[in-house]
């Protein structure tokens, strides 16, 4: 066989394999935890959702109600994970050309801007979460305001993330955006 014919060269076989090592348990903070657990309780009643209606034939009733609630925790609780990763999308195109000084300014706007909307949405699910404690859930007699007041708390932690980052991005003097004009991202 011709060494023409023997394929693409997929390069070196051990690249990869010295990558960092995996993060320490002590990486991890509550949220991170907390959006763990709820992911797996999800799975849990999901799987018993499919169990139940494709092995037994008699659906229980209650896991598709339930599944959507912790899918919902696990959106607002894991959110706080991204934002203190700053793993959210974010819009690099305009970073690209505009001038240092510039894009340090419109940088910090973002983060300020972030952190207001994150504390307005923590104030408008508190406001909810008031409002439906007397409403109840369809299926399992609890009050919706358990799902509303873990929006609430995922809320929260979000906008207390965002703080964080806003003042490291301030006192980096940078931002994963003005990095962008940097590394030499062009799209």
């Known amino acids: 066989m011709s060494k023409e014919s023997a394929g693409p060269d997929l390069g070196d076989p051990l690249v990869g394999l010295a990558d960092a090592p995996d ?3 002590s990486d991890y903070v509550p949220e991170d935890w907390a959006a763990f657990a709820f992911f ?11 169990f139940s209606r494709y092995v037994l034939n008699d659906s229980v009733a209650w896991t598709e109600e339930i599944a959507r ?6 959106c607002f609780v894991g959110g706080g994970m991204a934002v203190r990763k700053t793993s959210h999308i974010h819009v690099e195109f305009l970073y690209v050309y505009l ?3 510039l894009a340090r300014r419109l940088s910090l706007l973002v983060d300020l801007c972030r952190v207001a909307f994150l504390g307005y949405g923590t104030y408008l699910c508190w406001k909810i979460t008031e409002i439906m404690q007397f409403q109840r859930m369809v299926v399992a007699d609890l009050p919706m305001s358990l ?3 873990t929006c609430t708390a995922g809320f929260a932690v979000m906008a207390l993330r965002a703080v ?9 003097g940078e931002s994963p955006l003005t ?7 062009q799209q």
Do not use: D, S, T
């Open 23 to 25: 993060p320490a348990l």
């Open 164 to 172: 964080q980052v806003a003042v490291r991005h301030a006192r980096a």
């Open 147 to 149: 799902v509303f007041g």
């Open 99 to 101: 001038p240092r000084v």
């Open 69 to 74: 609630y912790l899918l919902i925790c696990v």
């Open 179 to 185: 990095r962008v004009n940097m590394e030499g991202r």
């Open 40 to 50: 797996w309780a999800l799975a849990f009643v999901v799987f018993l959702q499919f």
